[in-house]
């Protein structure tokens, strides 16, 4: 099969050129979630279907739904060849559900179950991920949508979820790639995907009415690609990042920028004119701007003549008093032409060299990987400012498990979120009350440097 070869550029170009595809309709929740080997087509029709992991043979996995305040209970159920578990990535919940083998609960081995229980405070936008080997099982499907709809819900015609993800595709079979052991993906920018989508397929698409008011729930699934994103078509604003409300809309009249595992909740209207395409595109590699999400057009309705409402807030919403806030410093190292001499890996101090023959290319705070004790000890109801030096050429998305933060930008609080990009060579500072107790993990969500260094954990008592 040279196609695949010779159509590459093609292929990563998004829908523009493809004809319609089938929409995907995201199932009801079962009970149980199956993890469990299965086919899906996530390249055009014209090439085989791809072996992924999956959740009850749905890629991606079943959306979760609930109302906030409501409690979630679901049964990991595996069926495949190797351990598991699930982080329910952005939910303020109870630390022993947070689904980190290692540190809130061990894998669940093959053949074997874990029900997590758990109720949902948050409204908003979130998402459901392996949390075992996560490089290799979220790049081979193993994620799902976790919405938690607020008890007045806002005013749009339609509510849509999607999930954006790039796969590293052989260009022949349209198999995942197995090697997730290349040192270049590691200590670079992080396991880049040859296929770009959306819930699962390329060449996505949607149906739309002129006039209509959507919301759009945008998640960003990739292993380490960051989405540069603008609408065409649509107007509209940003009402939430990572599932928090913004306490006044914003009207999208620039670039999205999307990081792995960060969310943005937009409220959109079609006003694309008629003959006009409305459409997401997303910036490539190439520097082109191409389709990551189009909108098929029939029909017409009212358009409103008001602005998006903002979201009702979150609990727990008060900004940090930075007055009285503990001081922490956090500065990452390491990676290809990193500035990383020496650090501790395993309790020892070690050399570069030593700790790449390890597997380890980063540290936080001077340290690769896990260690017994944590980052920080904190009390709970503590205030925390938190300096994070970025002494690396590569941008980093620092996510924190278990609670939310807001970055500081002169003096200011910002937007709570629960994944902040990090870019090469910057301090930034978060902010946040460690109101959860628990353990509780912070680590890089470019998942290959997760798993070779950065992955730290502050415990909140």
Not at 368 to 391: Q, Y
Not at 431 to 446: I, Q, R, S, T
Request: net charge negative.
């Amino acid at each position: 099969m040279t196609d695949f070869l010779l159509s590459r550029r093609h292929f990563l170009a998004g829908t523009g050129a493809l004809a319609m595809m089938p929409r995907v309709s995201f199932a009801a929740s079962p009970e149980a979630l199956t993890a469990r080997v299965a086919t899906a087509q996530i390249a055009p029709d014209s090439y085989p279907a791809t072996e992924v992991y999956s959740y009850g043979g749905q890629f991606p996995g079943p959306m979760i739904r609930a109302k906030q305040g409501e409690r979630i209970t679901r049964e990991l159920v595996n069926d495949l060849p190797v351990p598991t578990s699930i982080h329910w990535h952005g939910i303020r919940i109870d630390n022993a559900m947070d689904g980190v083998a290692g540190l809130t609960q061990e894998a669940v081995p093959p053949n074997a179950r874990f029900t997590y229980d758990f109720a949902v405070p948050d409204a908003g936008t979130y998402w459901y991920h392996a949390h075992t080997n996560s490089m290799e099982q979220v790049a081979r499907g193993l994620y799902g949508p976790l919405i938690i709809d607020e008890i007045d819900v806002p005013d749009v015609d339609r509510d849509e979820v999607l999930m954006l993800d790039d796969w590293r595709l052989n260009p022949e079979t349209a198999q995942i790639d197995p090697d997730f052991d290349f040192p270049m993906d590691r200590s670079h920018a992080g396991r880049y995907g040859n296929l770009i989508g959306t819930n699962g397929r390329y060449g996505y698409r949607l149906s739309a009415r002129r006039g209509e008011r959507l919301r759009l729930r945008l998640i960003n699934a990739a292993n380490a690609r960051i989405f540069g994103l603008k609408l065409q078509g649509l107007t509209g604003w940003t009402v939430a990042l990572d599932g928090m409300p913004l306490a006044t809309p914003e009207p999208v009249d620039s670039e999205i920028v999307l990081a792995p595992a960060q969310r943005v909740d937009l409220i959109v209207d079609v006003t694309a004119a008629e003959g006009e395409e409305a459409m997401i595109l997303r910036f490539d590699d190439d520097e082109q701007w191409r389709v990551q999400v189009g909108f098929d057009l029939s029909g017409i309705t009212a358009i409103r003549d008001t602005a998006s409402a903002p979201l009702p807030p979150n609990p727990g919403m008060e900004p940090v008093d930075l007055a009285r806030a503990t001081q922490l410093e956090m500065r990452m190292e390491g990676g290809a032409m990193g500035n990383m001499p020496m650090g501790r890996m395993n309790g020892q101090m070690m050399g570069f060299r030593e700790m790449v023959s390890g597997g380890m290319y980063w540290t936080l705070a001077g340290v690769a990987g896990m260690e017994e004790a944590p980052f920080a000890s904190l009390s709970k109801g503590e205030h925390v400012r938190l300096k994070l030096i970025n002494d690396t050429i590569f941008p980093h998305a620092m996510h924190l498990h278990g609670q939310h933060f807001r970055e500081i930008t002169d003096g200011k609080q910002g937007p709570m979120r629960d994944t902040l990009l990090s870019l090469p060579g910057e301090t930034t500072e978060i902010a946040f009350v460690a109101d959860n107790p628990g353990k509780w993990l912070f680590h890089c969500h470019m998942l290959g440097h997760a798993a070779t260094g950065m992955t730290t954990w502050i415990n909140v008592s």
